[in-house]
């Protein structure tokens, strides 16, 4: 039988070492000067999310840590595999790494919305998140971790919002964000109807008074349902609320206008599970 086990990772004592060019210099950004946004290699940190990186479709490059933190990992045969100790480690890639081991993988293609979204139950995704404008790496990282833990099947971001796989995202979820199909809505937001057209409710979240509450919106009534979530501060602009099919609020106590859009998609997740 053939061994699905990587030999033992090679050591690393140059920081100048091209096998791990993939990871120089992390602190200016995942992607070399010059290079287009959404280009370059996906950048994970930490065990548990190289784990689910290895769990994902995505193909794995390198994976990079310290002494006994790579040859813990089972990874397949064919990964190239280094270590090094912690003082080469943070001079390749910029900064005291405390989670010990970092990984690369290629990105895929774009996923097709129409392929995505209109295929028969139980293939087609029930619940999807959808973004308009975010531009925080954290907030886009917190909103995909709480969307695998509470049950949403797919990430769909119009044209501005911020790189989904950008190192910054992938270790705010842990990882997460790397499990859940992402595609992009490149007429936005008349890409909404294409949405409505295969049966889902869109739910566009705004703390506006006028605004159902969101406890009202009955997912039982709505096999798929898709929630709109706006950019921390403007919230959804009036085009994609007059999009979508229901726009709902989280009610909140007297003086408390709204709240942080990560705090907020975590509530939504939940009522509408």
Same mark, same amino acid.
Do not use: K
């Given at each position: 039988?053939?061994?699905?086990?990587?030999?033992?990772?090679?050591?690393?004592?140059?920081?100048?070492?091209?096998?791990?060019?993939?990871?120089?210099?992390?602190?200016?950004?995942?992607?070399?000067?010059?290079?287009?946004?959404?280009?370059?290699?996906?950048?994970?940190?930490?065990?548990?999310?190289?784990?689910?990186?290895?769990?994902?479709?995505?193909?794995?490059?390198?994976?990079?840590?310290?002494?006994?933190?790579?040859?813990?990992?089972?990874?397949?045969?064919?990964?190239?595999?280094?270590?090094?100790?912690?003082?080469?480690?943070?001079?390749?890639?910029?900064?005291?790494?405390?989670?010990?081991?970092?990984?690369?993988?290629?990105? $895929?293609? /774009?996923?097709?919305?129409?392929?995505?979204?209109?295929?028969? %139950? +139980?293939? !087609?995704?029930? #619940?999807? *998140? &959808? =973004?308009?404008?975010?531009?925080?790496?954290?907030?886009?990282?917190?909103?995909?971790?709480?969307?695998?833990?509470?049950?949403?099947?797919?990430?769909?971001?119009?044209?501005?919002?911020?790189?989904?796989?950008?190192?910054?995202?992938?270790?705010?979820?842990?990882?997460?964000?790397?499990?859940?199909?992402?595609?992009?809505?490149?007429?936005?937001?008349?890409?909404?109807?294409?949405?409505?057209?295969?049966?889902?409710?869109?739910?566009? $979240?705004? /703390?506006?008074?006028?605004?159902?509450?969101?406890?009202?919106? %009955? +997912?039982? !009534?709505?096999? #798929?349902? *898709? &929630? =709109?979530?706006?950019?921390?501060?403007?919230?959804?602009?009036?085009?994609?609320?007059?999009?979508?099919?229901?726009?709902?609020?989280?009610?909140?106590?007297?003086?408390?206008?709204?709240?942080?859009?990560?705090?907020?998609?975590?509530?939504?997740?939940?009522?509408?599970?």
């Amino acid at each position: 039988m053939i061994s699905t086990v990587s030999a033992l990772p090679e050591v690393i004592t140059d920081p100048a070492d091209e096998r791990v060019a993939d990871f120089r210099d992390l602190v200016a950004g995942d992607r070399r000067p010059g290079t287009e946004r959404g280009t370059g290699p996906i950048i994970v940190e930490g065990v548990p999310a190289v784990e689910r990186l290895l769990a994902s479709p995505y193909p794995v490059r390198t994976v990079f840590g310290i002494p006994g933190r790579v040859a813990a990992l089972d990874l397949p045969a064919g990964v190239a595999a280094y270590e090094a100790d912690r003082w080469v480690l943070s001079d390749v890639i910029g900064f005291r790494l405390t989670r010990g081991v970092l990984a690369s993988a290629d990105r $895929l293609p /774009p996923l097709d919305l129409d392929a995505m979204i209109t295929g028969p %139950d +139980p293939a !087609a995704p029930r #619940r999807l *998140a &959808v =973004l308009e404008g975010l531009n925080d790496h954290e907030n886009i990282g917190s909103i995909a971790r709480s969307a695998v833990a509470l049950g949403i099947d797919g990430l769909l971001l119009d044209p501005a919002c911020a790189d989904p796989l950008y190192r910054r995202c992938v270790r705010v979820s842990m990882g997460h964000v790397l499990t859940l199909p992402i595609a992009v809505l490149g007429g936005w937001p008349a890409d909404l109807a294409r949405l409505h057209d295969a049966g889902y409710c869109t739910v566009a $979240l705004t /703390p506006a008074a006028d605004a159902v509450d969101v406890a009202d919106v %009955d +997912p039982r !009534a709505h096999p #798929r349902t *898709a &929630v =709109l979530l706006g950019a921390e501060g403007p919230g959804l602009t009036p085009a994609a609320q007059q999009a979508a099919q229901v726009r709902a609020r989280i009610p909140m106590r007297s003086g408390v206008d709204s709240l942080g859009v990560a705090a907020a998609a975590a509530i939504a997740f939940a009522t509408l599970r």
